[in-house]
């Protein structure tokens, strides 16, 4: 229905999408959820909009962190990364025949 004065078309929900924003937000939602599977937290994480000048429309702000809080989930991680490389050591001496997970031919490889 055409606003006869105007001759604009009415919109819908589509006209206020940001793609941009969304993109951001599943990037931030990956981010955070991909950190907590670590154990570590950013409670303070946010997302702006970016300033004029900027190559992005929108970036993330950390928040603010205590020394103890960083070492912590340093500590966190590196205790999570340290049994995974224990568990990838052990299962590539358990099948030599596996290609490496850094090796170019590994996603070609079947069953990878």
Not at 68 to 81: F, G, P, T, V, Y
Request: glycine letters at 4%; charged letters at 30%.
């Amino acid at each position: 229905m055409k606003h006869v004065l105007q001759g604009l078309e009415p919109v819908d929900a589509a006209f206020f999408s940001d793609e941009d924003r969304e993109r951001a937000v599943a990037a931030g939602v990956a981010f955070v959820n991909a950190l907590r599977r670590l154990g570590a937290d950013l409670p303070d994480i946010q997302l702006r909009e970016a300033c004029i000048t900027c190559d992005e429309r929108y970036s993330f702000t950390l928040g603010d962190a205590r020394v103890e809080d960083l070492r912590e989930m340093a500590w966190s991680i590196n205790r999570r990364l340290n049994l995974l490389e224990a568990v990838q050591r052990q299962w590539l001496a358990d099948n030599p025949q596996a290609p490496e997970v850094n090796d170019p031919q590994a996603s070609r490889a079947p069953g990878w």
